[in-house]
């Protein structure tokens, strides 16, 4: 059993700047990647930034320069550095980890999310 804690979010002005954490703990062999997604009201979930353990990250396009991802393998957590934000970045971040457990069984997990809203 894997668990995905998020903590961060809030509310914060226009411009403003938030960090997200995300810290998995439980049958973890090894994280192959974390990332976070969002889902703004009537939306579907998208990508926001993913991290990979070959040191790689991807960022959506509207994120690009604003926010930055970065890991902590010791501590099995990831977090989401969010500047310059916008009422556009408003919704629930979602953590999202790819874990291989002792079985060697690599399955996907999601944290419950945590609200963002950036007011203009």
């Known amino acids: 059993q894997v668990q995905l804690v998020e903590s961060g979010g809030g509310l914060v002005q226009a411009g403003g700047s938030l960090r997200l954490s995300c810290s998995a703990s439980?049958?973890?062999?090894?994280?192959?990647?974390m990332g976070w997604y969002r889902q703004a009201p009537g939306k579907q979930r998208e990508l926001v930034a993913i991290?990979?353990?070959?040191?790689?990250?991807n960022y959506a396009d509207s994120v690009k320069g604003r926010f930055t991802i970065s890991r902590d393998n010791v501590k099995n957590t990831v977090y989401l550095r969010m500047s310059s934000l916008k009422p556009d970045d408003t919704a629930v971040y979602y953590c999202?980890?790819?874990?291989?457990?002792?079985?060697?069984?690599?399955?996907?997990?999601w944290g419950k999310g945590t609200l963002v809203t950036v007011s203009s």
């Open positions: 999202n980890a790819r874990i291989v457990d002792y079985s060697s069984v690599t399955r996907n997990y």
């Open positions: 439980g049958n973890i062999f090894s994280i192959t990647a």
């Open positions: 991290d990979t353990s070959g040191g790689s990250t």
